[in-house]
């Protein structure tokens, strides 16, 4: 469980990192949400960090045009 402002942290970066994804695209946003996720629960607070781990998720993310 997580502070609520780490929690509205989590949500600003990935709302960030899914600027350009659309709403619609929810396995990408959950699969980039997921990595997020994982990193802070294993530490990883930063703001930086965190869009960096989301950036590379993005870019490894499934989507239905693969």
């Not at 509205?8 to 695209?25: G, M, N, P, W």
Request: include cysteine; charge should be negative; hydrophobic fraction near 40%.
């Amino acid at each position: 469980m997580f502070y609520s402002a780490t929690t509205a942290l989590l949500r600003a970066v990935l709302d960030e990192v899914c600027a350009d994804v659309s709403r619609y695209e929810t396995g990408a946003r959950s699969f980039v949400a997921s990595r997020i996720l994982e990193a802070a629960t294993n530490g990883d607070t930063s703001r930086e960090r965190l869009k960096q781990v989301g950036c590379e998720a993005l870019h490894d993310a499934p989507t239905m045009w693969r």
